[in-house]
């Protein structure tokens, strides 16, 4: 015969579980199951809430998505866990106009791109582009600057110092400001202080 399910223990991890649900209960980013049948009070931050959890997750990403605006600055402990999960948390925030931002901002890319590669970047233009978050905004803008990444992918993943020689010459000539907007920042900001090769004209396919 299966035992009832009694739901997590109080030991350990499962008790730090316990008290960050009863912290987001409190704070209204989730609510016990029970509440919505019988009407009961929110749980205050001290209590441990019922092992039925029904979690906001909106407003969770969403706040975690203005945790990781941290990225920006190299000190932050946040830096890297904001680089890689951003987007993700944009995405299941229902924020698509700030996620299209985010993949069309050169420093964000760079950046991302030293840490992670460039299949992490194809990676969160292929999640965007699936769950129609950016996409909705501007689809063929993040299908050519996805494109544009996995052609230099191989050319990246060795030398992510050359993003802003790889963006220009597959993607110089595109209608899109956007994309304009991007291939200026990458001519400001590209290479850094070392020198580079900067393409004039469209000279590299893009896939």
Not at 57 to 66: E, P, Q, R, S, V
Request: glycine share 10%; hydrophobic share 40%; aromatic share 6%.
């Amino acid at each position: 015969m299966k035992k009832a399910d009694k739901g997590p223990t109080r030991h350990g991890n499962s008790k730090r579980i316990y008290e960050l649900l009863g912290e987001m209960c409190a704070m209204g980013l989730a609510t016990p199951a029970w509440h919505r049948q019988r009407a009961l009070e929110t749980p205050k931050p001290t209590s441990l809430p019922p092992s039925r959890i029904c979690v906001e997750t909106k407003l969770i990403h969403t706040a975690l998505a203005a945790g990781c605006e941290g990225w920006h600055d190299e000190r932050s402990a946040v830096r890297d866990y904001g680089l890689r999960f951003l987007p993700q948390h944009l995405m299941q925030g229902g924020l698509g106009r700030r996620l299209y931002c985010t993949l069309l901002d050169y420093r964000f890319l760079d950046a991302k791109l030293g840490l992670f590669g460039p299949m992490a970047l194809v990676e969160d233009f292929d999640h965007s582009l699936l769950t129609g978050s950016a996409g909705l905004t501007d689809p063929v803008t993040i299908k050519h600057l996805r494109a544009a990444l996995a052609s230099g992918a191989n050319v990246l993943a060795r030398s992510p110092q050359r993003l802003a020689s790889q963006l220009l010459g597959r993607l110089l000539g595109d209608r899109s400001r956007n994309i304009a907007g991007l291939l200026n920042a990458a001519v400001r900001d590209g290479g850094g202080e070392e020198p580079w090769l900067r393409p004039l004209k469209r000279c590299l396919p893009l896939a």
